[in-house]
C-alpha cells in the first residue's frame, strides 16, 4: 500500500463518482471518461489543471491545508473520505512520524489495563469489545465472546472480523445482509490503511484477503471510506436467531487507534430478550480466555 499510489487511486475513484450535473456542469455527449474530467476539477478547485495532475498523480507532499480543502470541496468528499484525504497528505510529508503508533516487538503485546477489562466485564446488558483498526478484536466482556463464538470457533479467523467476514463461511449467516456488512469492514480498513500506512500487519491483512478473497478485492479497489460510529445492526445467532442490535462505537483517548464497540437491544424488544438468552447460553459455556491478544495494537 505505497502512499503515492493509495492517494492517486483514491483521488482518480472519487473524481470517477461525480457526474458533471452533481458539479453544476453540462453532461455532454461526447465523454470518454466516467465522472468529470481532470480540468473540470481543477477549475471546481481553482487550481491549475499541471497542479491537479500532479495532486492526482499522488504527489500530496507539502501540500497546503487551504488546498486540500479545495480539493475536498471540489470532489464532494464527505467527513469521512475528507479524513481519509488529509491522513493521506501527513503521511506523504511525514508529519503523521509523531502521532504514528510505535511499532511494537512481539514480546511486548497489547494487553488491555485492568481497568478496562473490568469495565468490560460490568457490561452484562449487551456484547462489549475493543478492536483496532485492522478490526482484530483485542478484548471483550463474555457476553461479547459468546455473541462472536462463531469468529473465536475457528482459529484461521485470528479472532479478526474482517477474516472471519470473508474467508469464514459461518459468516453469510451471522450477517443477514452480508454485502452491507462487508462493505463496512473494507471501507472500516480502508480508512485505518490512511491513518497507519506503515502497519506491516495491515498489509500482511489485506495482502491475504485480496489474494482468497474476489468479494473483498473488488471492494478494496473501489477506495471507499467511512467512519463507523453508531448505528442499527441484524444479526443471526446460531444459539437465539435473529437480533437487531444499536451501536456505539467510542474512540479511546487512552489508546488512540483502538475503539470500544457496545452493542445494546431496544428495550422490552425481541432482541433484548434475545440477549438474555445469549447470557444464559454464554454462563453454560466453558469461558474462553480473552485478557491478551497475540497481535500488536
Request: aromatic share 8%.
Amino acid at each position: 500500500m505505497d502512499n503515492r499510489e493509495e492517494a492517486r487511486e483514491f483521488l482518480t475513484s472519487r473524481r470517477a463518482k461525480i457526474a458533471p450535473a452533481q458539479a453544476g456542469l453540462p453532461s455532454g455527449s461526447r465523454r470518454r471518461v466516467p465522472g468529470l474530467r481532470r480540468s473540470e476539477v481543477a477549475a471546481l478547485a481553482d487550481m491549475s489543471v499541471e497542479y491537479y495532475a500532479k495532486l492526482e498523480r499522488g504527489n500530496l507532499a507539502g501540500v497546503s491545508p487551504a488546498v486540500l480543502e479545495s480539493l475536498a470541496r471540489a470532489l464532494q468528499l464527505d467527513d469521512a473520505e475528507r479524513a481519509h484525504l488529509l491522513n493521506l497528505a501527513r503521511a506523504a510529508d511525514g508529519s503523521d512520524t509523531l502521532t504514528r503508533p510505535r511499532r511494537r516487538t512481539a514480546a511486548r503485546q497489547w494487553t488491555p489495563h485492568r481497568s478496562l477489562q473490568w469495565t468490560l466485564d460490568a457490561i452484562t446488558a449487551g456484547p462489549a469489545f475493543v478492536r483496532n483498526g485492522r478490526m482484530d478484536i483485542l478484548t471483550a466482556n463474555q457476553l461479547s465472546r459468546a455473541f462472536y463464538s462463531d469468529v473465536y470457533a475457528t482459529p484461521g479467523n485470528q479472532r479478526n472480523l474482517a477474516r472471519f467476514t470473508f474467508l469464514d463461511p459461518a459468516s453469510r449467516r451471522f450477517y443477514p445482509d452480508w454485502d452491507a456488512f462487508a462493505d463496512i469492514t473494507v471501507a472500516i480498513v480502508r480508512a485505518e490503511a490512511g491513518r497507519n500506512p506503515h502497519d506491516k500487519d495491515l498489509h500482511d491483512l489485506v495482502g491475504e484477503l485480496c489474494t482468497r478473497s474476489d468479494a473483498f478485492r473488488t471492494r478494496w479497489g473501489a477506495h471507499n471510506v467511512r467512519h463507523h460510529g453508531t448505528g442499527i445492526k441484524h444479526f443471526h445467532h446460531h444459539a437465539v436467531g435473529d437480533l437487531s442490535l444499536a451501536f456505539e462505537g467510542l474512540e479511546m483517548a487512552a489508546a488512540p487507534g483502538l475503539t470500544l464497540t457496545i452493542y445494546t437491544a431496544e428495550p422490552g424488544s425481541p432482541s433484548e430478550e434475545g440477549l438474555r438468552l445469549l447470557s444464559t447460553w454464554a454462563a453454560t459455556r466453558e469461558p474462553a480466555p480473552d485478557t491478551e491478544r497475540s497481535v500488536t495494537s
